[in-house]
C-alpha cells in the first residue's frame, strides 16, 4: 500500500515537472575551456567555449593561467551563452556547474560563480560530476546522435582520464578499469609534444595520420590488467625511438611525420579496442558508447563503425562538439538532476577528485 501510494506521488512529481519549460544554464571551467551552454527540455539553445589559446607555448596546461584566464572569461562567455539562447537569465529554472574532478583553480571559478548567480537569481543549483556528464552527453536531444539503452559500456577518454564504465542507469554507472597511469589524451599530447607539434597534440597527430601509413612503424601495447590502462609506457617508446631515429637522419620527423602519427594512432586505438572487446567478453553487453575529447578522433569512430559490423555491437558516438570539454553535457545532467529534484546546497565545493558515483 505504502509503495503504491510512493510511485503515485513520483509519478506526480516527474510529470508535473516533465510538462514545463525546463531551462537549464551549465557551467563547465574544469580544465583550460570556460563553456556555458542553455539547454530547454533537453535541447541545446546555445553552446559557447572560450578556449585559451595561452597554453599552447607552454606545451601543455598551466593550471595558475588557466584559473586566471577562467576569471576572464567566464562572465562574457555566459552573456553569449544566454543572448545565443535568446532568453533572459530570470527565465532559468536552474544553474548546473561542474564541481570536479578538475584543476582546483579553475574549478573554483565556476563554482564560484555559480554559487553566486544561483542565489541572486533565487534558483536551484546543481552540482555536476565531469566525467557523468561526458557519458551523459548521448541523452542531448539532438538528430546528429542516438541515445543508448540501458545497460551500456562507456569508453570515457580524454586528457584526464581513460575509463571504462558499465552505466546502468543515469545515476548507477560502476568504473570497471581505468588508466593506472596517463590519460590516452595525455599520451596523444605528450607524443605530439615530442614529435615538436604544439598543445593539444591530439587533434594534429588526428591530422597527419589520415595521410600517413599505420603499418610503418611498430610501438609496444602497454601490458596491464584485462580492462586496465598503462599509456607511459608508450610515450617512453616514442621518445626512445624518436630519439634514435633523428640520431642516424636529423630530418627523420619531417620526413616521416605522417607515418609515424599514424602508426602512433593505430597502436593507440587498437588498445582501446582490445580493451573494449574484453570489457564486452566480461559484461555480455555489446552497446559500446564513447565520451570525451579523444572521442573526437577519427581513428576510434572509424574503429567503432567496424566493430558494429564485424562484432555485431550497437556503438553511440557524440556529436562532435558534445566530445571535448563543453557545458551542453553539464546541461543535460543539470536537467536530469532538476527531474529528480536532486539540488545542491550553497556550501557545496569544488572537488579536484571526485569519483563518478
Ligand atoms: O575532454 P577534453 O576536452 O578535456 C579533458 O577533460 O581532458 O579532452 C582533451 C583531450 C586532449 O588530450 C586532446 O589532445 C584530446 O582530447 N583530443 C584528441 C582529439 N581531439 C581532442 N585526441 C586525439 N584525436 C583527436 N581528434
Ligand atoms: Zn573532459
Redesign the pocket.
Request: aromatic share 4%; hydrophobic share 15%; glycine share 26%.
Given at each position: 500500500m505504502i509503495t503504491f501510494y510512493c510511485f503515485n506521488f513520483t509519478h506526480y512529481k516527474n510529470n508535473s515537472l516533465k510538462t514545463q519549460d525546463i531551462y537549464i544554464l551549465g557551467i563547465e571551467s574544469?580544465?583550460d575551456?570556460t563553456a556555458a551552454a542553455v539547454m530547454h527540455n533537453g535541447r541545446v539553445l546555445s553552446n559557447v567555449v572560450a578556449n585559451q589559446k595561452i597554453h599552447e607555448e607552454y606545451g601543455g596546461v598551466v593550471p595558475e593561467l588557466a584559473s586566471r584566464a577562467h576569471q576572464q572569461n567566464i562572465v562574457p562567455v555566459v552573456h553569449q551563452a544566454l543572448r545565443k539562447a535568446n532568453i533572459d537569465k530570470k527565465q532559468l529554472s536552474a544553474i548546473a556547474f561542474t564541481q570536479g574532478p578538475?584543476l582546483m583553480g579553475s574549478l573554483l571559478v565556476g563554482t564560484s560563480f555559480s554559487k553566486s548567480l544561483a542565489m541572486g537569481l533565487g534558483i536551484p543549483l546543481i552540482s555536476v560530476n565531469?566525467m557523468q556528464a561526458?557519458i551523459l552527453a548521448h541523452f542531448i536531444k539532438d538528430e546528429a546522435q542516438t541515445t543508448p539503452s540501458f545497460p551500456f559500456i562507456a569508453l570515457t577518454i580524454?586528457?584526464?582520464?581513460t575509463q571504462i564504465v558499465k552505466v546502468d542507469d543515469y545515476f548507477r554507472m560502476e568504473i570497471l578499469g581505468e588508466t593506472i597511469d596517463d590519460?590516452v589524451?595525455?599520451a596523444?599530447?605528450k607524443s605530439a609534444k615530442i614529435l615538436g607539434l604544439p598543445y593539444?597534440?591530439?587533434?594534429l597527430?588526428?591530422k597527419y595520420a589520415q595521410h600517413g601509413d599505420p603499418t610503418a612503424f611498430s610501438f609496444p601495447k602497454p601490458k596491464v590488467g584485462d580492462l586496465e590502462f598503462s599509456f607511459s609506457g608508450l610515450k617512453t617508446a616514442v621518445l626512445y625511438f624518436v630519439e634514435r631515429e633523428t640520431a642516424k637522419d636529423p630530418h627523420f620527423i619531417e620526413e616521416n611525420l605522417h607515418n609515424i602519427c599514424a602508426s602512433l594512432q593505430f597502436t593507440i586505438v587498437d588498445y582501446l579496442m582490445d580493451k573494449l572487446k574484453n570489457a564486452v567478453v566480461k559484461t555480455g553487453i555489446n552497446r559500446i558508447a564513447i565520451g570525451?575529447?579523444?572521442s573526437?578522433?577519427?581513428g576510434i569512430r572509424k574503429a567503432l563503425k567496424n566493430a558494429e559490423k564485424e562484432l555485431g555491437w550497437t556503438t553511440y558516438i557524440p556529436k562532435f562538439e558534445y566530445?571535448?570539454?563543453n557545458a551542453a553535457m553539464i546541461a543535460i545532467v543539470g536537467e536530469l538532476k532538476y527531474l529528480n529534484g536532486d539540488f545542491s546546497k550553497q556550501n557545496v565545493v569544488a572537488t579536484a577528485r571526485m569519483k563518478l558515483s
Open positions: 574544469s580544465c575551456d578538475g565531469h561526458h580524454s586528457g584526464g582520464h590519460a589524451g595525455e596523444f599530447d593539444p597534440g591530439g587533434p597527430i588526428d570525451g575529447g579523444v573526437a578522433n577519427s566530445c571535448t570539454d
